[in-house]
């Protein structure tokens, strides 16, 4: 029997594997993953961890985490179902609500997640909610396995797919914006190098700040912006152009879009 299994084998099943394996938490060998197409090979050749295209293999291990596409949960969900005996099931499955993994599965040993890539350099943000039937050694081995890799923390169920636009879909964001920063400071004559790296030190740098209780974000900000100096005339812009309702809009999107997932909407 496998510590540790995953149902599907995409980018975010990967950066939870590399941080339980990074952080010493489980060898690649007390890990199993499953896939029908070519994820499970790049999920292998990341992590070392062995793969097989057979779902049945993954039930054969304490806790199995759901990590396949929703459009296809309930299928593969059901299929599962004549192999469940006393697994520990977390989903990480955007928008598939605690009741239809409940129903589908037939089980209530069941957790809902929303985990992020940053996991796989240990600076992720992982929310969960849980089922009736999830005891306090279930709950123990999620802390240990998502714990070691950023922080964790239980929220209502109706919270879920707020959290999936904060963190959940929050990376892209970031690399979006630093994208946008090193772009305009390429149309200005730095190099791709320095423009790339000068932008993520930045985010980097601020984002430390702000984690090591240097001030709010409005104190750290004001803290920089100078009357009338170059900051200024940045955030002045930002202020003409809506830029925080740009980002309410994409975020509200992206809630939206969660809140129709799990109405079962594809």
């Not at 060898?27 to 199993?32: A, D, R």
């Not at 999920?43 to 459009?71: C, G, H, W, Y």
């Not at 305009?184 to 209780?213: C, H």
């Not at 912006?225 to 809009?249: D, I, W």
Request: proline content about 3%; glycine content about 8%.
């Amino acid at each position: 029997m496998k510590e540790l299994s995953f149902i599907g084998t995409g980018k975010m099943a990967s950066a939870i594997a590399k941080g339980i394996c990074l952080n010493g938490v489980l060898t690649s060998e007390e890990i199993i993953g499953t896939a029908p197409d070519q994820s499970r090979f790049d999920f292998r050749d990341l992590t070392n961890i062995p793969v097989s295209d057979d779902n049945a293999e993954a039930m054969n291990s304490r806790m199995v985490v759901l990590a396949f596409k929703p459009q296809v949960a309930e299928q593969i969900c059901r299929s599962l179902q004549p192999m469940v005996k006393d697994q520990y099931f977390v989903s990480i499955c955007a928008g598939i609500t605690l009741d239809n993994l409940e129903q589908w599965l037939g089980t209530d040993k069941v957790t809902r997640t929303m985990p992020n890539t940053p996991l796989c350099v240990s600076k992720g943000a992982v929310a969960y909610c849980s089922a009736s039937g999830v005891g306090e050694s279930d709950l123990a081995l999620l802390t240990q396995y998502f714990e070691c890799s950023g922080i964790l923390a239980k929220v209502a169920e109706d919270d879920i797919n707020t959290i999936t636009a904060l963190s959940g879909s929050g990376p892209a964001y970031v690399f979006e914006m630093i994208d946008a920063l090193a772009q305009s400071a390429k149309a200005n004559g730095l190099s791709d190098e320095v423009a790339l790296a000068f932008s993520i030190q930045t985010f980097l740098g601020s984002a430390q700040m702000l984690s090591d209780k240097l001030g709010t974000p409005e104190e750290l900000r004001n803290a920089v912006t100078s009357p009338n100096g170059t900051t200024y005339a940045a955030l002045e812009n930002f202020k003409q152009n809506n830029l925080r309702e740009v980002l309410h809009q994409g975020f509200q999107a992206a809630k939206d879009r969660g809140d129709e997932l799990s109405r079962g909407e594809k």
